[in-house]
């Protein structure tokens, strides 16, 4: 699995395992589940360095909603409060903002931090 995540992201993230699995009994089969992924900060910036590098975006806050496919294929969340980023100036809020998205390409486009 781990080969198989390395080679579908074009570049080694993963050296071993870390899923775990779990079921509902001891006399079930359990499902195969990955931990939780987050984005550590680097060491190229704060958020006003990412703001002024940015040439059109959002900034989402909050967390009113979010879902994955099945396949974890793709993406969905949902905030309550969103700043529109226009050449590299925060210019105004939007309600309720949303991203969407294919997971391999989301994590693929990550471009602070990359060497």
């Keep these: 699995m781990v080969e198989e995540a390395n080679a579908k992201a074009k570049r080694q993230i993963f050296s ?19 931990t939780n992924i987050n984005i550590d900060p680097g060491t190229d910036g704060n958020l006003d360095d990412m703001i002024k590098n940015t040439e059109k975006g959002i ?17 969905h969340f949902g ?11 925060v210019t105004g809020v939007v309600k309720n903002a949303t991203y969407r998205g294919d997971t391999l390409k989301f994590w693929n486009s990550l471009s602070a931090g990359r060497r």
């Design 79 to 89: 905030t309550e409060i969103g700043w529109l980023v226009d050449d590299g100036q």
């Design 16 to 34: 071993g395992s870390g899923g775990a699995n779990r079921a509902t009994a001891f006399y079930r089969v359990p499902i195969e589940r990955m």
């Design 59 to 75: 900034i989402l806050d909050g967390d009113r909603s979010w879902s994955i496919g099945s396949n974890r294929e793709q993406f």
